[in-house]
């Protein structure tokens, strides 16, 4: 036993990896499965359900999604009616590590993720070195940075292009994972050599990328595809030799993940032409014949670019060019050539789910929908009533599995950072058309080159010396990892609130 003040926690974050992947192939995973022998493993619910990338503020602030309000790299900003990439000076969040720094207990984190770091005193915080969605490291510790930047280089795995993928350029990014675990295992045993830490978290990137281009299509978490099963074999191996480098006798160590990976289910490349649909039916008289446009007009340049251009010239122009200009061609892909005045609701950029904003008077700059009014609700009513008319043409199985409507689920005061109607797709394949007795049918091809779609289940793995003063704190969902954290440090029974 330890007292609170010796107590130290390694926290080793495997983003994406599956659990049922994991406990299907606990035999090929030999250090992970002696771990969860030693002490224990447990099932983690998050909202990823809804909103797959929300999980790590969740995580990181302890707080639902409507309270922190990041659930997309970049997100709809009402004041300007543009997409903006989400920053600290627009949505901050408070860590729960700041909390504990203030308090006096270093922390040292590395490369969790959608985090900006905030320095605390006694704070090391490097973001971002090898991430799945942002590309620019940050850091309270610039000569840190730089000093990792001069041993080690950087992340080989290069920014994700969701475009349609070869097999070469598969086999790329499972060189590219691969290589990235080892080079992060080496940058997290030399952080933890030279920062001074209580609480130290690593998280390793590379399994949400190879999860999302490796997944075997047409299969389950008990289907083994050796390209994703040498990934987790390789981070498998990093945790042991990260663990080896503990002592356990005062420390508790906690292999994570927040969410997870499955076979690719999305019907997210209908998004936009679906809501054009909408609203071009809304408000019409009920028995008037209603016209649809078969191709994206040429007045939403963007989208109709991204509709014709071959893959490989989009992969191509994509991993060249810096993240700002990635950042406008989506942000004209989405807003281009949209009348606001006629645009009640309309699809937002996504990794799977439906997001769908409403354009509210009073929070949106053009808004034109009062909330709660006659046409509110029937606007509503109608989205919900479309999207649930969608079948696939090949098997006539309807495609949505749910519809959030968000700020009832997800209530808080960063609530209208959110979409508004979540859309959720039941697990079928992509389709190519989409049939419905009130939108018609519709065509589109899915090319963003995922074989692998989240799925909502996190999972921890917790070993070596845990206080009782955690141990009294139930790690159900992951945003109970705060308080669970907090209370093994500062030997706390109930949530530290500074
Ligand atoms: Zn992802």
């Known amino acids: 036993m330890t007292n609170a003040d010796t107590q130290q926690i390694v926290m080793i974050g495997l983003d994406s990896a599956d659990v049922d992947y994991v406990q299907a192939h606990l035999h090929a995973l030999p250090r992970l499965r002696q771990l969860a022998d030693q002490g224990s493993f ?47 000076d627009w949505l901050p969040c408070k860590t729960f590590w700041n909390r504990l720094s203030a308090q ?38 610039p000569d840190l940075l730089e000093a990792i930047h001069q041993r080690f280089g950087k992340h080989p795995m290069r920014h ?8 070469s350029q598969r086999m ?25 830490w209580r609480l130290f978290i690593t998280v390793f ?54 969410h997870g990976m499955g076979p690719n289910s999305t019907q997210m490349h209908f998004m936009p032409q679906i809501m054009d649909r909408i609203n071009v039916a809304f408000d019409k008289p009920s028995g008037d014949r209603v016209t649809f446009e078969q191709k994206p007009s040429r007045r939403h340049l963007m989208r ?72 509110y609700l029937r606007y509503k009513d109608w989205v919900t009533r479309s999207f649930l008319s969608l079948r696939d043409r090949r098997t006539g199985e309807p495609v949505v599995e749910d519809i959030y409507d968000v700020p009832v689920c997800y209530p808080g005061e960063r609530v209208d950072r959110l979409p508004d109607l979540i859309v ?18 519709m065509n589109a091809e899915f090319q963003a080159g995922r074989t692998g779609l989240h799925r909502p289940d996190g999972f921890a793995v917790i070993c070596g010396n845990v206080p009782e003063s955690a141990t009294n704190c139930p790690l159900s969902d992951i945003k109970d990892f705060s308080t669970f954290i907090e209370s093994a440090l500062t030997g706390a029974r109930e949530r530290v609130l500074v």
Not at 160 to 167: A, F, I, M, N, S
């Open 205 to 258: 990137t590379e399994c949400h990328r190879a999860g999302h281009y490796l997944w075997p299509t047409n299969s389950d978490a008990s289907t083994t595809n050796e390209d994703l099963l040498d990934i987790y074999r390789t981070l498998d191996s990093a945790i042991g030799d990260i663990v080896d480098r503990i002592d356990l006798q005062k420390t508790t160590v906690i292999i994570f993940s927040l």
């Open 160 to 167: 994700d292009v969701p475009q349609t993928k070869t097999d």
């Open 304 to 375: 109709f670019l991204r509709e014709s251009l071959p893959p490989s010239l989009q992969n191509k122009i994509a991993e060249y060019a810096p993240e700002s200009v990635r950042d406008w061609v989506v942000s004209r892909q989405f807003g281009g050539g949209l009348n606001w005045s006629q645009t009640p609701g309309f699809a937002l950029p996504t990794g799977g789910e439906g997001f769908i904003r409403l354009n509210v008077k009073g929070r949106e700059r053009n808004g034109i929908l009062e909330v709660g009014s006659e046409r």
């Open 424 to 441: 959720t797709w039941r697990d079928i394949p992509p389709a190519t058309t989409l049939v419905s007795d009130v939108l018609g049918t």
């Open 42 to 88: 447990c099932r983690l619910s998050s909202p990823g359900s809804a909103m797959s990338a929300a999980v790590w503020p969740t995580f990181y602030t302890g707080r639902d999604p409507g309270e922190h309000g990041f659930y997309f790299p970049m997100q709809f900003h009402a004041e300007s009616m543009r997409l903006r990439r989400v920053t600290d």
């Open 172 to 196: 790329a990014i499972k060189d590219a994972t691969s290589a990235g675990v080892g080079v992060k295992k080496d940058i997290a045993l030399w952080l933890m050599q030279e920062t001074d």
């Open 104 to 141: 006096g207990i270093p922390v040292t984190t590395f490369d969790v993720q959608t985090h900006f770091p905030s320095g605390g005193s006694n704070s090391v915080e490097i973001s971002n070195w090898g991430a799945q969605s942002y590309s620019k490291p940050l850091t309270n510790r």
